[in-house]
């Protein structure tokens, strides 16, 4: 038999990975309101586990805690949204050159190894594709970040990357944006490991930029 404590986080992974997938979806709407009882009914799993779940996507900015015990799906408001953009375009164009001139050997294959991955699975056909693709961007600019051994800029990014507005909008995008994005990958891993500061930093904030735009026109369309 599996230890108790064993089985205990498999089932908050699994609640985790369901509660978050759902969210991304558009099953769990943005403003929704969450109760443990009814997602653990939902995932068949007891409270406990939710309640870790639930703690881990507030963290991650998928789900905001709200007066008492109140938690909703995350909303993310215009301004909100162009603020987290225009201050990554800053943060990861820093964090892109001090990369290109710190990076080791084994970060910069991994960013390859990250970029091919995203490459490979565009465009999307399946879920699993998609989740792929979502799951090795987030790792793509965190390695960024962890290649510019900063620490400052490391505790700034915690701040300021908020994977639940990354990943809802890198959701909405359209096949060509998608396929577009996933170039900017492979080019800012090569521009990275040609040692180019003035290219990765470059090629960093015109992803970025495009991602903004991408992620405007998605709420635009969205709006009645």
Same mark, same amino acid.
């Not at 084994?106 to 699975?121: F, G, N, P, Q, T």
């Given at each position: 038999m599996p230890e108790p404590q064993t089985t205990k986080l498999a089932a908050a992974e699994q609640a985790y990975r369901s509660i978050r997938a759902d969210i991304i979806s558009g099953a769990l709407a943005e403003g929704e309101r969450l109760t443990e009882e009814r997602l653990s009914q939902d995932l068949g799993v007891s409270? $406990?586990?939710?309640?870790?779940?639930?703690?881990?996507?507030t963290h991650e900015g998928f789900i905001v805690r709200q007066s008492g015990y109140t938690t909703r799906v995350a909303r993310f408001p215009e301004d909100e949204m162009t603020q987290v953009f225009d201050i990554r375009q800053l943060l990861e164009g820093y964090a892109s050159e001090r990369a290109a001139k710190?990076? *080791?050997?084994?970060?910069?294959?991994?960013?390859?190894?990250? *970029?091919?991955?995203?490459? &490979?699975?565009?465009?999307? $056909?399946?879920?699993?594709?998609?989740?792929?693709?979502?799951?090795a961007n987030e790792a793509f600019h965190r390695r960024i970040v962890e290649a510019a051994r900063s620490p400052r800029l490391?505790?700034?990014?915690?701040?300021?990357?908020?994977?639940?507005?990354?990943?809802?909008?890198?959701?909405?995008? &359209? $096949?060509r944006e998608l396929e577009r994005s996933a170039g900017h990958h492979r080019e800012i891993a090569e521009a990275i490991a040609a040692r180019s500061p003035d290219w990765a930093g470059a090629a960093m904030r015109t992803h970025i930029r495009a991602a903004q735009s991408a992620a405007g026109k998605s709420d635009a369309a969205a709006k009645p």
């Open positions: 409270r $406990t586990p939710v309640r870790d779940a639930i703690r881990r996507l710190m990076a *080791s050997a084994e970060d910069i294959a991994e960013l390859k190894r990250l *970029s091919d991955v995203i490459w &490979s699975h565009t465009p999307p $056909t399946t879920p699993e594709d998609f989740t792929r693709i979502s799951e490391t505790a700034l990014m915690s701040m300021a990357f908020d994977v639940g507005m990354v990943v809802r909008t890198y959701r909405r995008y &359209s $096949t």
